[in-house]
């Protein structure tokens, strides 16, 4: 009888741990198809679960940043890319995306910062930061004549 007792608790643990590992990343995946299918308020909920199950999900967290910036969150969009970043530094969607909020803030010391961080590890958007930098060096000098 204790013979069978461990063999059904071994593979109940089993069962559960193995459908554990296959929820994680079908909430993500549900979660970028209700993303492109622009259905954001249930995309994030789905993000906010794969979260739950995975916390070092930075994939995750940055489509939850690009919810909070379609829904003009800064606060949250700000939030969600500094875990991202935490979690993955050198992912360069959020730093781009970082690199957008800062100029909007008109913070450029932390544009310049996040910029040299870019340019180590740009693969795919490295013509954005070019933007990014020319749009400083057009506002800067009317920063320094006042």
């Given amino acids: 009888m204790n013979k069978i007792f461990k063999l059904a608790l071994f593979f109940y643990l089993i069962i559960n741990l193995t459908n554990s590992s ?3 990343e079908s909430f993500f995946d549900e979660g970028l198809k209700l993303y492109k299918d ?3 308020e249930d995309a ?3 993000f906010e679960r794969s979260i ?3 916390p070092k999900d930075s994939k995750s967290y940055l489509y939850l940043a690009k919810i909070y910036n379609i829904e003009e ?3 949250k969009e700000e939030k969600n890319l ?3 970043l935490l979690i993955e530094p050198d992912n360069e969607e959020a730093i781009l995306m970082t690199m957008k909020i800062a100029l909007k803030k008109s913070n450029y010391s932390k544009v310049k910062d996040l910029s040299k961080t870019f340019t180590k ?3 795919k958007l490295c013509e954005e930061n070019k933007g990014i930098l020319e749009t400083l060096a057009n506002i800067e000098p009317k920063n320094n004549e006042s």
């Fill in 22 to 24: 296959f929820s994680k």
């Fill in 38 to 40: 622009k259905k954001y």
């Fill in 44 to 46: 994030r909920f789905m």
């Fill in 52 to 54: 739950v199950f995975n």
């Fill in 73 to 75: 969150d800064q606060k």
């Fill in 82 to 84: 500094e875990a991202t």
């Fill in 121 to 123: 590890v740009c693969k």
